[in-house]
């Protein structure tokens, strides 16, 4: 059990600039998801796979962030035209369908500032 | 609406002292409720996690209290030592189509000074 992975953990873009985050989950976990946490908040909920199905998606996560996890494995975040507003950690999870009331494995996070 | 609320936002202790967080929900159904711990820069680490039937969990220093019927949750640090500076989040899960939803804190900023 490797826990979950993200990359890169710091990324610095100008505005407008496109970013993508790659999260890899523990590997028999089914669910991931990803959150945003700005300084002093709780995470705030994204989306949500199941396997490689994105089955649900925040109103936070507006027409420029788009999610996949294409083979049930690894997802990327992608973010279009970066705003300022959009500096944050991401947070990626995953958990299994019936392991310990659906417990959250958190990774490291990557955190975005854009200038 | 469901809602968890923490408190205090932030605390600073001298390193030895005890403390308390406090964490109340308003979540329903309740599946279980678990406190993180999150430092500076990472992601948040499970501390405990308690179920509807449980009222006390301990994890070495750390002790979480849940009382279902008024719907509030406290994580008790003894003796507190530098490394325990960090973001406590508390987390309420609930049952819903086949999986959980997760509702999150805005966390209590805890600060042990020596």
């Known amino acids: 059990d490797t826990g979950v992975s993200q990359d890169p953990r710091h990324k610095i873009t100008k505005r407008g600039q496109n970013v993508t985050f790659r999260c890899d989950p523990i590997s028999e976990h089914n669910r991931l998801y990803w959150y945003r946490q700005t300084l002093g908040q709780g995470p705030e909920f994204l989306t949500y796979?199941?396997?490689?199905?994105?089955?649900?998606k925040s109103r936070l996560l507006s027409d420029r962030f788009s999610a996949e996890r294409p083979k049930g494995s690894f997802s990327t975040l992608e973010i279009q035209r970066t705003e300022q507003g959009d500096s944050a950690m991401y947070l990626c999870?995953?958990?299994?369908?019936?392991?310990?009331?659906?417990?959250?494995?958190f990774g490291e996070g990557s955190r975005l500032t854009v200038l | 609406k469901n809602q968890v609320e923490q408190s205090p936002q932030s605390l600073i202790i001298l390193e030895g002292k005890n403390c308390t967080l406090q964490?109340?929900?308003?979540?329903?159904?309740?599946?279980?409720l678990r406190w993180y711990k999150q430092d500076t820069g990472r992601g948040p680490v499970s501390l405990t996690i308690?179920?509807?039937?449980?009222n006390t969990k301990s994890n070495g220093r750390y002790t979480a209290t849940l009382d279902a019927d008024t719907k509030q949750s406290s994580l008790h640090i003894t003796a507190s030592q530098l490394s325990d500076s960090a973001s406590y989040i508390c987390v309420v899960s609930y049952p819903t189509s086949g999986t959980y939803k997760y509702i999150f804190g805005t966390g209590t900023r805890l600060k042990v000074l020596a």
């Open positions: 308690m179920t509807f039937s449980e």
């Open positions: 999870a995953s958990s299994r369908d019936r392991g310990r009331f659906g417990e959250l494995f």
């Open positions: 796979f199941q396997n490689e199905a994105q089955l649900e």
């Open positions: 964490c109340n929900y308003t979540v329903s159904p309740f599946s279980n």
